[in-house]
């Protein structure tokens, strides 16, 4: 399996500015070309490049899987049909607008922040296509940014409980591992 690395805009925090699955990845607009080609060769994914809400902390807004695209309804049209790119996008209104940071999802499932209305859990559901259910990760709700998944596997948060790991692993359907990420940091989703 490859490994890569790269920066955004000097960042080490890829996962806040690109989402990625097991099918597509997110870039800003300002992502070099060879980081681009990087992604594509590393992880085998078409890289669709898009600012949401005139932004480029697209991991922190967007979350997604084969099915589908949830976001903000308070994107613009050009962004809309970039997301469209990658599968129907749903339009989410809730208080916890960062939808990247608040759902940890693949094609088996979602673990969703635990504020989440019944009414945003069912249309998440909907949306993506997977049972979805209110979580937490070592105490977190911001359960995007505390993991990061795909179809093979899941890491999260070093401190997440075991509780908290088996809830993750019977939603996502895929063993989950505790790790860090950027010598050290916690935050493994960002």
Known sequence: MPIGRGLVGGSPYLGVYLRVSDRAALAPPSVSESLVHDLERTLGVGVEQTTVLDSEVLGALVAFNQAGVVVTDRIDRSEQEALERIA???????????????????????LVHPEFSDRTVTAITKALGVPARRGTLAGLGTVGMAGLATNRGV???????????????????????????NFGVPIVGA
């Open 88 to 110: 129907p996008v749903t339009f989410i209104r809730t208080l916890q607008s960062a939808l990247g940071n608040n759902i940890l999802v693949n094609d088996h499932g979602a």
């Open 155 to 181: 890491i999260v948060h070093p401190k997440a409980t075991d509780l908290e790991a088996g809830i993750a692993t019977e939603v996502l359907g895929v063993p989950v591992h505790r790790s860090t990420a």
